[in-house]
């Protein structure tokens, strides 16, 4: 990314602005929903027969949306264990770090977790670049670590090459929303000159590079290609514009709800035409993104890797109690901090307490509300049936049809 | 041809935007030579409690009126609390309070408002025209023409008014000015007023433009801000006009005919050769370093 001295300086005036924060948070004891980690955790180690979670991800700045969201999917996940007698008796107690979704706090964040010898197991973050800064620092003990919402195909990578068996990946991967979104585009819909508009980061950049051969080897072509930065760039007129004159029949969007709905909303201003097709990527496919669009939004197709209209009995349970407890639908973040949370659950009551948990936790299989937890030889989760929404009415719709349609279109490529 | 006008249309509108936030800063460069890094923060907090009010259910037109009020009384405190202490002191020192109460600002507004972006409902027109092809918004003539006219009312304000004389006195010399009877800092407050006034209309521009209001605008928008002002002129009013569409048509041109992924590179260059070329902006005035 091409970022001027300018935006660098914003970034380190922010995190400027997040530490003095956290400083005034830690001081005056005021921690809101983050409570000092190292004093709750040293009196978690005499509060006998707890079982001391760490939990780390953004709980505050910009992207704390997603960390919140998982962090309520996990307190809702334990509350449950709990409250129908905990693991052989033993309750289970979240402890809570704040990485900002930003990679030198989530060093930071890892270091303190792994000095700290009363954690059973860690969860979290909930960005990518966070995940790939606290994988080495877990690997000096080993510590077992469910990742619930780092979709970086690089985390794979780095898994393999150092043989990480300690860490699991929860969430579905970019490689993966790429190929989904070009099949819909080509192959289900028979759009095949495609505009792009991706965020500039890893996120974006990865989807992208996994869509792209899947474009050209389903005999579409690429009518324009543009990007923007992340959670800075408010007028996407320019992009638009471009696209509105490439002549393209389908837009993707391959970035974050905040910054494609804010785009959407600008499509009539740069002359798009509304006959274009809008397909939006995993990470789109959020309630805000619509209040963000506006009216822009209505029949723009959503390929999340999770829906809560899926209608398996688990899900309908989970969506419910999770509207009880926060009044609102879940995220894909929540569903994945709520798995991650059964993940450890269930591998603890697979073996005692005994054996290596990190073991247990990849030979685990279960149903949750997201569809099938198992991972592969690297610690992933298996392909996940991609879910096609609709916006219809200002509401993101499950459509059966072509989510069948899509399905079928991807086993015969 | 087309996409030429359309991108010439829309980086005029976003360039009017960034006009109304750079003159208030220039206005306050102008005086007292001082960069003002909290105004970007300024702009944010007002635009945030005029958000507040239409989330209460308060008329539009009132909760504009309210955030103007708010934003009047904003600049005025942190003018009084953190820079007025500090006006004889070294240049660094209250630029670095500037940065401090641009912080609290935002970290402030974070607590209260939360960290997501949050849409902007506005009464302002929201339909479009097409002449020939070419897509002109009913928000970007209302941009356009509330940013000429502020440019107007400021023009007159400034070189017909008693107020605008003792403005131009202070900034050609302060002990002077005050000698003569001028209550220096009733103006300077007043300055401060004004310019926290005009962000507000740009934030509410911005806000209903891009229907989006999220806590780091501000700092984005200090940097267009300064950005704008530098490339104009600092200090000129006339400079921060044109400074603010030279940036908007720069980011729009460059990521239209460039490529949008150097957007910020070609702003900067630009700058850059601007500065090399004109080191006081396209429109400051050569002038000697005060000492």
Not at chain 2, 20 to 35: K, P
Request: some cysteine; hydrophobic content about 45%.
């Amino acid at each position: 990314m091409q970022r001027s001295a300018f935006w660098s300086s914003q970034s380190a005036f922010r995190t400027l602005g997040r530490l003095s924060l956290v400083g005034l948070v830690a001081v005056g004891g005021t921690a809101g929903s983050a409570h000092a980690g190292n004093q709750s955790a040293a009196n978690g180690a005499q509060r006998a027969g707890t079982i001391e979670i760490a939990s780390f991800g953004a709980l505050t700045g910009p992207d704390a949306v997603y960390g919140v969201s998982s962090l309520n999917g996990q307190r809702l996940a334990v509350d449950e264990i709990n409250a129908s007698g905990g693991i052989d008796g033993r309750k289970l107690a979240l402890v809570q770090y704040d990485d900002l979704c930003e990679p030198t706090q989530a060093a930071i964040v890892a270091s303190k977790i792994i000095s700290n010898k009363s954690f059973t197991a860690a969860i979290g973050p909930v960005c990518s670049a966070d995940a790939l800064a606290a994988l080495p620092i877990f690997a000096r003990t080993g510590v077992p670590l469910i990742m619930a919402g780092d979709s970086a195909p690089q985390i794979t990578t780095m898994v393999k090459e150092h043989a990480y068996t300690f860490a699991t990946r929860l969430s579905p991967q970019d490689s993966q929303n790429g190929p989904e979104l070009a099949t819909l585009a080509i192959s289900v819909l028979h759009k095949t000159k495609i505009a792009i508009l991706y965020s500039e980061d890893d996120y974006g950049q990865g989807v992208l590079a996994a869509a792209k051969p899947v474009i050209s080897k389903l005999g579409g072509s690429v009518a324009a290609q543009e990007s923007y930065t992340p959670s800075t760039t408010k007028d996407f007129t320019p992009q638009l514009t471009k696209i509105a004159g490439s002549g393209a029949d389908v837009l993707l969007l391959l970035g974050y709800y905040s910054d494609t709905g804010i785009a959407v909303s600008q499509l009539a201003r740069a002359g798009v035409s509304p006959n274009v097709t809008l397909i939006g990527s995993d990470s789109t496919a959020q309630q805000p993104f619509v209040t963000l669009a506006g009216a822009a939004a209505n029949g723009v197709y959503l390929v999340p890797f999770y829906s809560p209209n899926n209608p398996s009995a688990v899900n309908r349970q989970f969506v419910t109690a999770y509207e009880k407890a926060y009044g609102s639908a879940p995220t894909g973040n929540a569903v994945m901090g709520y798995q991650a949370v059964y993940t450890l659950a269930n591998a603890m009551r697979a073996g005692g307490s005994s054996g290596d948990l990190a073991e247990r936790i990849r030979a685990i299989d279960f149903e949750g509300p997201a569809g099938t937890v198992d991972f592969d030889a690297n610690g992933d989760l298996k392909g996940n049936p991609a879910t096609v929404l609709r916006v219809s009415n200002g509401k993101l719709v499950a459509d059966q049809k072509l989510t069948i349609a899509l399905e079928k279109a991807l086993k015969s490529d | 041809m087309i996409t030429f006008v359309q991108q010439v249309i829309n980086g005029a509108a976003a360039g009017s935007v960034y006009a109304l936030l750079a003159v208030g800063y220039n206005m306050v460069y102008g005086l007292l030579g001082f960069i003002n890094f909290a105004h970007g923060d300024l702009y944010m907090f007002s635009t945030f409690i005029v958000l507040a009010m239409v989330t209460l259910h308060v008329p539009f037109w009132g909760a504009v009126a309210v955030g103007m009020v708010a934003a009047c009384f904003l600049g005025m405190s942190v003018e009084r609390i953190a820079y007025r202490p500090l006006r004889t002191a070294n240049r660094i020192a209250p630029t670095v309070s500037a940065v401090g109460v641009a912080l609290v600002l935002e970290n402030a507004a974070q607590v209260i408002w939360g960290p997501a972006t949050r849409p902007f409902p506005t009464p302002l027109p929201q339909g479009l025209f097409r002449v020939d092809g070419v897509v002109i918004t009913a928000m970007q003539i209302v941009i356009l023409l509330t940013a000429a006219a502020i440019a107007v009312a400021l023009r007159v304000g400034v070189y017909h008014t008693s107020w605008g004389r003792k403005l131009r006195a202070i900034r050609d010399d302060l002990p002077t000015a005050e000698l003569v009877g001028i209550s220096v800092n009733r103006l300077v407050s007043s300055v401060y007023a004004v310019g926290a006034a005009l962000g507000l209309i740009s934030g509410v521009l911005f806000a209903a433009y891009y229907n989006s209001v999220y806590v780091t605008m501000g700092l984005t928008g200090t940097l267009n801000a300064f950005t704008a002002a530098v490339l104009g002129g600092i200090g000129s009013i006339g400079g921060s006009f044109a400074g603010g569409l030279a940036l908007g048509l720069l980011q729009s041109l460059g990521a239209g005919y460039i490529s949008s992924g150097y957007q910020n590179t070609i702003t900067f260059v630009v700058l850059i050769v601007v500065l090399l070329l004109r080191p006081n902006g396209m429109f400051g005035k050569l002038t000697a370093a005060r000492a």
